[in-house]
């Protein structure tokens, strides 16, 4: 069974850099043909995908935030790790890590991290 667990600060001050880390269980992040993904839900609002990387390390980032976000891997840990850049409150959300994509299906999901962009 595949596991998911997302870790990081849960408060972040504006201008500052978000950054989360999904730790995964159960499943290698190289394994073929798996894609590996952040999807975040504002409050209020419905799911946001931010962006994947794929088994071989290839990563898409939504093009709304492809100028300020950062998706990378680390295989000797089994984890892979969100960057997001100059945050405002817009950012505020439950961050969660995923298996799949949007086109294949998010078939395993982490239990979620809030973040909070405050001052």
């Known amino acids: 069974q595949v596991q998911l667990q997302e870790s990081g600060p849960g408060l972040v001050k504006p201008s500052q850099t978000l950054s989360l880390t999904c730790t995964v269980s159960?499943?290698?992040?190289?394994?073929?043909?798996?894609?590996w993904s952040w999807i975040r839900q504002p409050p209020g609002k419905g799911l946001e995908r931010i962006g994947s990387?794929?088994?071989?390390?290839?990563?898409y980032i939504s093009p709304s935030l492809e100028s300020r976000t950062s998706i990378s891997r680390d295989t000797s840990k089994n984890q892979f790790t969100l960057q997001l850049s100059s945050v405002t409150p817009e950012d505020t959300a439950v961050y969660y890590c995923?298996?799949?994509?949007?086109?294949?299906?998010?078939?395993?999901w982490g239990q979620g991290r809030q973040v909070t962009v405050s001052s």
């Open positions: 995923t298996r799949g994509t949007s086109a294949s299906g998010y078939a395993y």
């Open positions: 159960g499943g290698s992040i190289t394994s073929n043909y798996y894609a």
């Open positions: 990387i794929t088994f071989s390390g290839d990563t």
